[in-house]
Each structure stands twice: as structure tokens, then as C-alpha cells.
């Protein structure tokens, strides 16, 4: 049953990537229980117009959990606290009364802040491009299932293709590592035979692009997959290890695999 409650809000100001950042505090209801998190912001950014003022920067697209370009750290959780959800997802029956929400930007070394709750996540843009497609010939479009694919495989093939790149897992990493996201992208393409043909250099790629975009290195905390709005599992990670060592120890190229 939906409720009215007011909130207070400390949000993080930032005016642009080289200014000063500070909390700043507002009151914000009596809003309906129905109205998403996202939904919420509009409000307070209505308001603060309506005043005068500069509405809080956040970013937002689908807000249907798909795009993957909302998020910000609510009350300490990328994405708020509700397991499984995107932020434009995450409605406020989850909150009660006068409570106090404390709403920041994911922070990551590879993630500037742009403005407000905006960060530039553009870096994993560049892991993607080192390694997350495969080749494509041109021409007719080959009969669907002329290759045949165990259905474990496409199961977990289609679990990593769920990642809607959105660096939560960054955010909630201590050292903002980005493994989980690389991990559900090679997963997704070495589980498929689509993906053979760079499958011995994927992963050795996609690593270097997250060191020189200033990713750190994964040391097995798991924050990433309880933040993660996808579910995407550790296992991914693991596989992203073995696929790294295979090219390692085995020596092979492009198109061996
Ligand atoms: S692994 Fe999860 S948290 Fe990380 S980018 Fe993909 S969907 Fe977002
Ligand atoms: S706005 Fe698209 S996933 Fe949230």
C-alpha cells in the first residue's frame, strides 16, 4: 500500500570535475511510496528550479534496469540497498518515514566525476573496445542453429551477456577493479563459439586496457557481485583467470581457439 513520506536528502554538489565537492541538505515530501528513486530526484529537482537553484546532475536513461546509465551510491550501496535493482529501479516503499538518505557518486579512480551524481565511465567504454566483440563476416547470416550449443553453456553465456555496464561492481570494489565487468564480457563471448575466433588474445586485452584506464586489481572481496544489479556472478571472474592463463600457458592465437 503506497505511503506519503518525506525524506531528507544529503547529496553530493560538485560543480565540475576540477571543483570542490560537498554534501549539501534538502528536504523532500511528502512524496508517494510509488514514485521510483529516480522519480524522487525529479521532484527535488523541480523544486530547486522552481526556487532558483541548479537541479542535482544524475544520469538516467531506460529506467527500466536495461541501459545501464543510472547509478549513484545511496546510503553506502551502489545502486541502494535492495539486492538485484537498479537505482531507477529501487522505489521508495523501501524507505520510511523521515529518514535520511545520503546520495553520492560512484567513486573510482577510472570513474572522474563529471558533475553532481555524473561520473564519466567512458574507461569501461575502452575494455570493451579492447576485446568485448568478435568478427563478424559479411554476407547471408548463417542458419541460426547450423552450430549446436549445450544448454549449460548458453545458460551461462546468456547469465554474463546480462551486464548492462553500469560499474557498480567498480564502485563498490575497495580497489575499484573492474574484473567483474571484464569477467561477464569474456564469459559471455568464450562460452559461445561466436566467440572463438579471439578468444586466445580476448582476455590478455582486455586486462591491459583495464590497467592503463586505472582499474585496480581484484583481490577476492566479492563486493562487486552483492552490489552487481544483474547478479552476475564470481564465477565469472574465475573464468576471466582461466581464459587470461590459458593464452598464457598454452601459447595460442587468434582463430586456435
Ligand atoms: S557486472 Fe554488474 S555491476 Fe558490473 S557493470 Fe555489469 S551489471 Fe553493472
Ligand atoms: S536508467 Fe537504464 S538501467 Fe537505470
Redesign the pocket.
Known sequence: MSRAITLTLKVWRQAGPEQPGRFETHQVGPVSTDLSF?EMLDVLNEELTLAGGEPVAF?????????????AVVNGHPHGPEPGT????LHLRHFNDHDTIVIEPFRARAFPIVKDLVVDRSSLDAVLIAGGYISVNTGAAPEANAIAVPVRRAEQALDAAQC?G?GACVAACPNASAMLFAGAKVSHLALLPQGAPERASRATRMVAAMDQMGFGNCTNVGECAAAC?KQISLANIARLNREFLRTAFRGEEDGEG
Open positions: 529516480l544520469d538516467h536513461d531506460c529506467r527500466e534496469g536495461i541501459c545501464g546509465m543510472c547509478g537498479t537505482l531507477c529501479q548492462i553500469c544489479p
